[in-house]
Every structure is written in structure tokens, then in C-alpha cells.
């Protein structure tokens, strides 16, 4: 079981994310914009943040890079709707640990999300 | 003409001072006439009174001749003149000829319309003023001076546009006049006023410039909306893929209700995705990442990825495709796209029990990948509309098959886009063949 954060505008691509990981057992916290996020990332200690890159705030890409300021490893993975070629290995470049596209396969995305997890220490 | 021969006299003094009878005398030869005369009256006292009528009789029909002479080579003039100015009043450019101190010789009425050449300065006649007009009409009239002057000392032609001080738009040619001696004596501009041609030309480049803007921008508003449409499409499916899940039992009605939402959910994606594809190509967006691709290797994955949907039509898959076919130069994505769309049209329009053959040869410098179908084929008068959006065939039970109707519009600018083609060929209940060739890479 691990703590994720879900940071995402859409309320129903939220709630399903977040049911879908409630589903296999973790612990889910969401939030709808940037300062949201940050204010979460405050308060509580995540194994992993599953990212929007539009999102108002700034934009996923600016949280991103505050939490790379003072913690390189956990998991952060990109979570968009956009498909252009390019796009992957462009987030990879700028410090995501893993990019997943919209639309999800609700049957996969659970086992893909904790792909990206660090084993116990 | 009266002939100089009606005065034998006066005949015969002229043909020993070598004039010729028919052409008016020169002056040197009028000269010796009058010494011949003066030196004939001295020597001949004996019949001095004949000589004497004799001459009054000349000098009566010397004017005659003079008058006569003189008629002549003005009414010539007139007339030549006459040729001249009908010649330059009917031709549809504006004339000006100018000489060598730029004093115009002769221009037409066109001209002096274009040149806007005061009425009362016309009457007037001033040659040099005129021309002084005539230039200072031009925008740019300091460079023309330069470059006529420059021009009367070359003998070459010139062409060039001149842009009036009224805004219209003169196409000048300027060619040198010489004598038969070769000396340039002066300039003949032909001017036609192209504004009307050059508005046309300008508005036509300007509908061009603002029909392309806004297809752009319909593009770029296209493929913006299309990955806004997408997040929507996103809880739509999951969501209903989500309750499909769910432990508690659903009733059949309800199941099936929501497998329609997920399908229909993910058919509009797909239609999203091809118009964001569609509208990406059309806004220049599309960027290929060209690689070499072993061709079997994109069959495969094409074939793979249609196969749940052949096995549950019943048609059959059948690869063909020999090893020593050479690579191809394509995005990999885009490769498998295009193969994608053509192995899952073939099988949507073959019926149970039919094949699907996917095979690759080295055609020159390209590879042809053909993909054929023992499917319903395509009448002739439907084959023009292959290509377009949302021109979908129709299956012959009048069904419209799955997909988006835009699959081979996309497909053919995919194939386009790597320098390749597509070409099909089809028997109506027999089937179809589609060939795309693809450069070697």
C-alpha cells in the first residue's frame, strides 16, 4: 500500500483515478491545482504524485520542479491528455519519473501506477 | 509637277550643270546655273533680247516649280504626319518619344492622361515642360531622371514599373531611336497601366493569404479542442469501463447500457484522435521522426493489433512478406497507423470466412506494402471519394462499419507526408487491394 497524491482539474478524471487506486488498496489524496498540491506535499509525506500538466497555478511542470528541489527520488508521474510524439521523452527530460496518457485503461492503470513505485525500504 | 523640260532652255542649262530634270535643284547647282546664266548673257550680245525673255520665262516657271516642289514635300509631310499621329493615337499604351535634350517630339493623348498632363500646359505646347510634368507624376521621379539620362547613353531597352504620384501602377518600356547611321537621336516610351491588373493580383494574393490564415487557424482550433475533448472522453469511459468492474451484479440492461456508453465513448475518441491527426497535418504540426523500420517488423504490430477484431469476424490474417525486403524510412507511429487503418478497413468490409493478405516487395526505390481483401470491393463511381473526410463506404447490408470515416483521408496524408503513395484497386464482390509504397530507408 502506498500514499499517492493525485493532482488533477478534472473532478471525474479525479474521481476515477482516485477510485481506481482505492481500488487496489492505497491510500489517495487528490488536489485540483497547483497550490493545492503544494499545500498537500506540506503537510503530508507521499510515496508517489501522479501529476496533470495543465492545471491551473502553473501548470504541473512548475510543481514538478519544486518538489525536485528537495526530493529527487519519488516517483512523479506524468498524467495528460495531450499525445503528441515528443511528448514522453520530453517529460522524462524535464525530471518526471513516468508518463501516462489519456485516456486510461481501467484494467491496466492501477498496475501501471505502482510500476513507478520504490520498493520498501 | 511641271516638268523642267517645259523650258527647253532652262533644260538643257540645268543638265550641263548636272541636275537632275526630275528632283528640285541644290543650291550649289542653282549656283552655277546663275554664273552660266550671267556669263551666257555677256558672251551671246547677238540675241540678247531672246536670252532675256528666255529667262523671264525661266524665272516664271522656276517659281512654278519652286511652288510646286514645295506643295509637294509639305502635303508629303502633312500626310506623314497624318500616319504618325493615327499611329500613336491608336495604340492602347500611352507614347512618348523624347530627344536627346529630353524635349518630348511626340506623345499621345493616352500619355498625357496617365501623366495627368494639365489641359492649359498641353495647349500650350512647351515641349520641355512637358516632359518636366510627365516626370515629376512619377513617385520616384529623381530616380527615373537618373536612370533615363543613364539610358540615352546605352542604346539597350529597358523595362521597368513606375509607380505614379496618383497611386497607379505604369509598366514602361523604353526603347532608343536611331538614324540609319546608327546615332541615337531619341527615346519612344510605351506605358500601360497595370493598377487595375496589379489590384486584381494583390486582392487575389490577399483572399489566398486570408484563406490560409484562417484554415490554419481552423486547424489549430481543431486540434486544441480535440485535446480538450479528450479529458472529458477520459472519466466518460473509465468511468463505465469502472462500473463494467464492479463486484455487485448489474441487471443484463444495465450492463449492456453501459458497455454502449464505453463503446460509443471510445468511438468518439477515436474520432477525436483522428481529427486532432487530420487537423495536426493540415496546421503543419505534424512532425514525423523518420528511422529505418524493418517492414515485417510493422506488419506484425499491425497485424497483431487487428486481430481480436478478425477473430471475432472470422477472417483470416495472412502475413506475407519475404525477409529480404529492405527497410523503409518512417515514423514508426505513423507507420503503424497506416498500416493500422488499412488492414482494419480490409477486414471490416470482408465478410466471415474471408482472408486478409498483408504483403511487401521491393518496387525501385520503394516498398510497396499491399493490403488485400476478399471483402465486398468498391464500385468504380465510389473509388473518387475513397480519400475524403467523412466519406464513409457503406457495407452492402447499408450498415456503415465501425471507424470514424476519416481513417483513409488520414492514411493517404500519412503516406504522403513520408514521400510515398497509395493506390487501390477493387472488383465489386471480389475485393480490394491497397498499395502503399514507401520509401527505402
Known amino acids: 500500500m502506498a500514499r499517492i497524491l493525485v493532482v488533477e482539474d478534472d473532478l471525474w478524471s479525479r474521481r476515477l483515478v482516485f477510485e481506481l487506486l482505492v481500488l487496489r488498496g492505497h491510500d489517495v489524496l487528490c ?91 | 509637277m511641271m516638268p523642267l523640260t517645259q523650258h527647253p532652255l532652262l533644260a538643257q542649262l540645268l543638265r550641263r550643270v548636272g541636275a537632275n530634270e526630275a528632283e528640285p535643284p ?58 504618325m499621329r493615327a499611329t500613336l493615337e491608336s495604340a492602347i499604351e500611352g507614347i512618348m518619344i523624347v530627344d536627346n535634350k529630353r524635349q518630348v517630339i511626340a506623345m499621345n493623348k493616352r500619355f498625357a492622361e496617365m501623366a495627368q498632363l494639365p489641359e492649359s500646359e498641353l495647349a500650350q505646347r512647351d515641349q520641355r515642360v512637358l516632359a518636366a510634368l510627365a516626370v515629376k507624376s512619377v513617385k520616384t521621379a529623381e530616380s527615373v531622371l537618373s536612370r533615363i539620362d543613364g539610358m540615352q547613353e546605352t542604346d539597350g531597352t529597358w523595362r521597368d514599373e513606375l509607380e505614379l504620384i496618383n497611386g497607379s ?54 486540434a486544441n479542442i480535440s485535446h480538450e475533448l479528450r479529458t472529458p472522453l477520459t472519466a466518460v469511459i473509465g468511468l463505465a469501463d ?81 525477409n529480404d525486403v529492405p527497410n523503409v524510412r518512417a515514423d514508426r507511429v505513423r507507420l503503424r497507423q497506416i498500416l493500422y487503418n488499412l488492414i482494419s478497413n480490409a477486414v471490416k468490409f470482408t465478410d466471415y470466412g474471408g482472408v486478409v493478405r498483408v504483403r511487401a516487395r521491393q518496387d525501385g526505390d520503394r516498398v510497396a506494402i499491399a493490403v488485400s481483401d476478399t471483402g465486398v470491393g468498391i464500385a468504380p463511381a465510389d473509388l473518387s471519394r475513397l480519400y475524403r473526410s467523412f466519406e464513409q463506404l457503406k457495407l452492402p447490408s447499408g450498415d456503415r462499419p465501425g471507424g470514424t470515416g476519416l481513417g483513409l483521408a488520414l492514411t493517404k496524408r500519412l503516406v504522403e507526408m513520408h514521400g510515398g503513395t497509395i493506390d487501390v484497386e477493387s472488383e465489386l464482390g471480389v475485393g480490394t487491394t491497397f498499395t502503399v509504397r514507401i520509401p527505402v530507408g
Open chain 2, 26 to 83: 541644290t543650291l550649289d547647282a542653282w549656283r552655277d546655273l546663275l554664273k552660266l546664266v550671267s556669263q551666257m548673257y555677256y558672251e551671246s550680245d547677238h540675241d540678247r533680247d531672246t536670252l532675256e525673255r528666255s529667262i523671264e520665262n525661266s524665272s516664271r516657271d522656276m517659281q512654278q516649280l519652286y511652288q510646286d516642289l514645295k506643295h509637294r514635300t509639305e502635303s508629303e509631310r502633312v500626310e506623314q504626319e497624318a500616319i
Open chain 1, 31 to 121: 488536489a485540483a491545482g497547483v497550490s493545492d498540491g503544494r499545500a498537500q506535499l506540506d503537510s503530508v509525506r507521499f510515496d508517489a504524485v501522479l501529476l496533470d500538466i495543465n492545471i491551473p497555478g502553473g501548470g504541473g511542470e512548475l510543481l514538478l520542479q519544486e518538489i525536485r528541489e528537495y526530493n529527487t527520488v519519488i516517483p512523479v508521474i506524468a498524467f495528460t491528455a495531450s499525445a503528441m510524439a515528443g511528448d514522453r521523452e520530453r517529460f522524462l527530460a524535464e525530471g518526471f519519473t513516468g508518463h501516462l496518457s489519456k485516456p486510461i485503461d481501467v484494467k491496466s492503470f492501477g498496475e501501471t501506477v505502482e510500476s513507478y513505485l520504490l520498493p520498501p525500504a
Open chain 2, 242 to 322: 469502472l462500473l463494467l468492474l464492479e463486484r455487485d451484479p448489474l441487471v443484463d440492461r444495465q450492463r449492456e447500457y453501459l458497455e454502449g456508453i464505453a463503446s460509443s465513448g471510445r468511438h468518439l475518441l477515436a474520432l477525436v484522435n483522428d481529427v486532432l491527426d487530420l487537423a495536426k497535418i493540415e496546421a503543419g504540426k505534424q512532425e514525423l521522426t523518420l528511422r529505418s523500420i524493418p517492414v515485417h517488423e510493422a506488419i506484425e504490430e499491425g497485424l497483431t493489433a487487428i486481430s481480436p477484431l478478425a477473430n471475432a469476424r472470422g477472417v483470416s490474417l495472412e502475413p506475407a512478406t519475404r
Open chain 2, 169 to 222: 501602377v505604369i509598366d514602361y518600356f523604353s526603347a532608343p531611336v536611331r538614324t540609319p547611321d546608327g546615332t541615337q537621336v531619341a527615346r519612344v516610351g510605351f506605358f500601360r497601366d497595370i493598377t487595375a491588373e496589379r489590384h486584381a493580383h494583390q486582392q487575389l494574393e490577399q483572399a489566398r493569404e486570408a484563406a490560409e490564415a484562417a484554415s490554419k487557424a481552423k486547424s489549430l482550433f481543431l
